[in-house]
Every structure is written in structure tokens, then in C-alpha cells.
């Protein structure tokens, strides 16, 4: 199974870029599926989380408000992200897991996307 990401670039400050993640091999409407991000110099956080057991998202207190993760019915799960900041600037990853996931603990998710850089720069 994989995952692959898309929708990355460069942006300024106060843009919008919408990332997109899909699978092979799994589908992601029975699981629960995540974006990270890792800024150089700095560990991987979770920021936006999909559940599959109620469908709620859940947002890192940096991003709420401004980001949006969401799933259709090809198969993709998008990161909506407005008012970006170069905070934001990072490498961004789709990961996958149970269905029952509703946090960002990363031994809990199995499948990895090779990640997608976004840069907020004036």
C-alpha cells in the first residue's frame, strides 16, 4: 500500500494551498488518516486528523481556524489550508491508521506518505 501526497509549492504569507493525499491499496474512508508536518530543525507534529469512527476532525491548536481536513469519495483526503504563515512552512505527510485514531500518536499510524514540501515566503 501507498500513499501519495500532492498540491505542495510556494506561497505567500496570508495564501491558500490545498494539499491532497490518496492510496493504493487501501481505502480511506476505513481509516483513520492524519497530516503531519517536520520544519526543519524541529520535530514532526500532527496537525489535522480525520476519524473514521465518528468523522469529527481534530486540528493542533496552531492550525484551528485556518486549516481543514476533509475526505471525498475518489479516495482523497485534503489539507484546506488559508492565512498561511511562515510558520507553516514545512514538509507535510499524509498517514493512515485505524479507524478508532483520534490523536497524533505517530506508532499508531502504518502507512507513510513520502511527504510534500510547502513554503510560506514573501
Known amino acids: 500500500s501507498q500513499l501519495v501526497e500532492s498540491g505542495g509549492g510556494l506561497v505567500q504569507p496570508g495564501g491558500f494551498l490545498k494539499l491532497a493525499c490518496t492510496a493504493s491499496?487501501?481505502?480511506?474512508?476505513?481509516?483513520?488518516t492524519a497530516w503531519f508536518r517536520q520544519a526543519p530543525g524541529k520535530e514532526r507534529e500532527g496537525v489535522a486528523l480525520?476519524?473514521?469512527?465518528?468523522?469529527?476532525p481534530f486540528y493542533a491548536d496552531s492550525v484551528k481556524g485556518r486549516f481543514t481536513i476533509s475526505r471525498d469519495s475518489s479516495n482523497f483526503v485534503h489539507l484546506w489550508m488559508t492565512d498561511l504563515k511562515p510558520d507553516d512552512t514545512a514538509t507535510y505527510y499524509c498517514?493512515?491508521?485505524?479507524?478508532?485514531?483520534?490523536?497524533?500518536?505517530?506508532?499508531?499510524?502504518?502507512?507513510w506518505g513520502q511527504g510534500i514540501q510547502v513554503s510560506v515566503s514573501s
Open positions: 498517514a493512515v491508521g485505524p479507524s478508532w485514531l483520534n490523536d497524533f500518536s505517530e506508532k499508531a499510524y502504518d502507512y
Open positions: 491499496g487501501l481505502f480511506l474512508d476505513y481509516y483513520g
Open positions: 480525520i476519524s473514521k469512527a465518528d468523522g469529527s
